[in-house]
C-alpha cells in the first residue's frame, strides 16, 4: 500500500477501514490496520522523543544562559 510507504498514516487508514467496512473479517486488512496503528504508535514516540531532547537542550541553554547573567 502506496500511502504506508509513504507514512500517510492517516490516510492508509482510511482505506482499510473502507475494505474492512465491505470484508470486516478480511485477515489481511484487520493484519495491515494492526500494522498501521504500531507504526502510527511508534512514530509518534518517537516524534516526542526528539521533541523531549529538544526541549531539554533549549531549557539548558536558558538556565546557563541565566546562571551566566548573575554573575
Wanted: positive net charge; proline residues 0%.
Amino acid at each position: 500500500m502506496e500511502a504506508l510507504k509513504l507514512q500517510e498514516y492517516d490516510r492508509a487508514l482510511a482505506y482499510v477501514d473502507i475494505l474492512l467496512s465491505a470484508e470486516s473479517n478480511n485477515r489481511q486488512a484487520l493484519d495491515l490496520k494492526d500494522l498501521i496503528k504500531h507504526r502510527m504508535k511508534k512514530d509518534g514516540i518517537i516524534g516526542m522523543a526528539i521533541l523531549g531532547g529538544g526541549i531539554a537542550v533549549i531549557g539548558g541553554l536558558a538556565i546557563a544562559a541565566f546562571a551566566a547573567s548573575k554573575r
